[in-house]
């Protein structure tokens, strides 16, 4: 049964990291956030993945 967890801005970090908890997939682009999980502004699509990609290590751990 499909599953979505769905945040918009600075609500999308906290969702991602529940996701990854979870162990569920995660997909994160400009056009739902534009903010980094510290709050700056992401220079692009994938300064944003690679903070996911952070994220998800650390819910690993």
């Not at 918009?8 to 739902?32: S, T």
């Amino acid at each position: 049964r499909p599953v979505l967890l769905h945040g918009e801005e600075g609500g999308a970090w906290p969702v991602a990291a529940l996701a990854f908890r979870l162990g569920l997939g995660v997909r994160i682009g400009a056009e739902d956030v534009t903010v980094l999980p510290d709050g700056r502004p992401a220079r692009s699509n994938a300064e944003l993945v690679a903070a996911a990609a952070r994220l998800r290590e650390e819910a690993a751990l």
